[in-house]
């Protein structure tokens, strides 16, 4: 059973940074995709951003050029930067994770992490 552990969140303007971090309990950046969703009440989880167990990175196009998903392996921490952020970007975010694939919808994640707050004011 893989435990995820999120931070980082909280309230900035509109143009502000971020970064949220997510640190598992076991050593899966090897063997598994992760990644981060977010979630607006009364609306679908939409998947942010994900890298999977060779580096490579996928983004929703609503975030391309200002988000950058990243893992330091040594430190055994997902990241997520987050500039230029926008009063749409408020949301839920949470960490996910699924074993090798990073395709598919969010019920095909197995791990989850407790979400972290991100609010932007205009």
């Known amino acids: 059973q893989v435990q995820l552990a999120e931070s980082g969140g909280g309230s900035v303007p509109t143009g502000g940074s971020l970064r949220l971090s997510c640190a598992p309990s076991g050593y899966i950046f090897s063997t598994y995709c992760v990644g981060w969703f977010r979630q607006v009440p009364g609306k679908e989880r939409e998947g942010v951003a994900f890298i999977d167990a060779r580096g490579r990175t996928t983004y929703v196009d609503s975030v391309k050029g200002r988000f950058t998903i990243s893992k330091d392996i040594p430190k055994n921490t997902l990241y997520l930067q987050m500039n230029s952020l926008k009063p749409e970007d408020t949301a839920m975010y949470y960490c996910?994770?699924?074993?090798?694939?990073?395709?598919?919808?969010?019920?095909?994640?197995?791990?989850w992490g407790q979400g972290t707050q991100v609010t932007v004011s205009s």
């Open positions: 996910a994770a699924r074993y090798q694939s990073c395709s598919g919808p969010s019920s095909a994640y197995n791990y």
